[in-house]
């Protein structure tokens, strides 16, 4: 079946903007995550959506961050004047529910470059 | 959260077994211990996951010591497809996955 998926692929901006990342996850998942990979970083955790609540935005590295989910499905993050140090690939997975055991299941990404 | 340590970087030659290590001396009685991969230029991706006992799926094995402080991923034959970074994760409340930096499998013809 389907996995999850993200749009856009790539997405080149200009500081200052405001950009929308999207995330389409697996049909039936309860619980989306996003995540960042900066260069040469790991995987870094910003929120987490269990239905269409998100219980723990700390995560979110600045109030430029906010994320939404509609329906219990598509989820979208928004950073607003946006930074060069937002550069960096922005991950969304997706899993049946929230819980210690709960494969989670990644998107391909969505590569952020700032000028 | 519990860390976890993990050698840098592993090598290996194609057809060989792979053991990759994982320490997590502080884990608490219920964590579960996750190992995902990442191949280049694309999403993390699960392997495998266990709370106290051993673990075999199709793409690996995982070997959990008596006392929980450490654990061992096992590829039984390494391929060129398996060359990732590897992540040990230990999950405790919620699900979120604290990624450290892993280690670096490189697999040999």
């Known amino acids: 079946g389907a996995g999850v998926s993200q749009s856009p692929s790539n997405k080149v901006t200009e500081k200052g903007k405001d950009v929308e990342l999207r995330c389409d996850p697996i049909?039936?998942?309860?619980?989306l995550y996003w995540y960042r990979q900066s260069l040469g970083q790991g995987l870094e955790f910003l929120i987490y959506?269990?239905?269409?609540?998100?219980?723990?935005k700390s995560g979110l590295p600045s109030d430029r961050f906010s994320a939404e989910r509609t329906g219990g499905s598509v989820s979208t993050l928004t950073i607003q004047r946006t930074q060069q140090e937002d550069s960096a690939v922005y991950l969304c997975?997706?899993?049946?529910?929230?819980?210690?055991?709960?494969?989670?299941?990644f998107g391909p990404g969505t590569r952020l470059t700032v000028l | 959260d519990a860390k976890t340590t993990q050698p840098n970087s592993m090598e290996s030659n194609e057809e060989e077994p792979v053991h990759l290590p994982c320490n997590h001396s502080?884990?608490?009685?219920?964590?579960?211990i996750h190992w995902y991969r990442q191949l280049p230029s694309q999403g993390p991706e699960y392997v495998i996951h266990?709370?106290?006992s051993n673990v075999n799926n199709r793409m690996a094995s995982l070997a959990i010591a008596e006392d929980r402080k450490s654990s061992t991923l096992i590829l039984h034959r390494a391929t060129l497809r398996d060359a990732a970074v590897y992540y040990c994760?230990?999950?405790?409340?919620?699900?979120?996955?604290?990624f450290g930096k892993g280690t670096m499998l490189l697999v040999s013809p």
């Open positions: 997975a997706s899993s049946l529910a929230v819980g210690r055991y709960n494969e989670q299941f």
């Open positions: 049909s039936g998942h309860t619980a």
């Open positions: 959506f269990q239905g269409n609540s998100a219980p723990d």
């Open positions: 502080t884990i608490s009685g219920t964590d579960y």
């Open positions: 266990g709370l106290t």
């Open positions: 994760i230990l999950t405790a409340g919620y699900s979120t996955l604290t």
